[in-house]
């Protein structure tokens, strides 16, 4: 699966989501795309979409995008407090659907 990690997680976290092609919004270009372009974009080229936005699917119009979208739902954005979630979200990335948001330790 493509996983494309939201730019406001850290790069590292990339590493741990072993068995999967992941790429960071930085690597893409795309640091400076806003939250609704960001998701046309990588619903051409991503099957997932990773972010600690919890507010996205309130902002965005989640099933007009053809992409699903994972939330990371940790006490802060550090990496060893992603990390921890790293488990749960492997096993979430094979049931996450397009134009559907899945929370992942909430």
Same mark, same amino acid.
């Given at each position: =699966?493509?996983? *494309? #990690?939201?730019?406001?997680?850290?790069?590292? *976290?990339?590493?741990?989501?072993? /068995?999967?092609?992941?790429?960071?919004?930085?690597? =893409?270009?795309?640091?400076?795309?806003?939250? /609704?372009? *960001?998701?046309?974009?990588?619903?051409?080229?991503?099957?997932?979409?990773?972010?600690?936005?919890?507010? !996205?699917?309130?902002?965005?119009?989640?099933?007009?995008?053809?992409?699903?979208?994972?939330?990371?739902?940790?006490?802060?954005?550090?990496?060893?407090? !992603?990390?921890? #979630?790293?488990?749960? *979200?492997?096993?979430?990335?094979?049931?996450?659907?397009? /134009?559907?948001?899945?929370?992942? /330790?909430?």
């Amino acid at each position: =699966m493509k996983i *494309l #990690l939201d730019e406001c997680i850290d790069w590292r *976290l990339s590493r741990e989501i072993v /068995g999967h092609e992941v790429r960071t919004a930085r690597q =893409m270009g795309w640091s400076t795309v806003r939250n /609704g372009e *960001l998701l046309s974009l990588a619903a051409q080229e991503f099957d997932a979409f990773v972010t600690v936005d919890r507010n !996205l699917s309130f902002q965005q119009n989640l099933p007009a995008f053809s992409i699903a979208v994972i939330v990371l739902c940790a006490k802060t954005n550090r990496l060893s407090d !992603l990390r921890r #979630l790293v488990p749960e *979200l492997l096993a979430s990335v094979s049931i996450a659907r397009p /134009g559907a948001v899945t929370y992942v /330790g909430a």
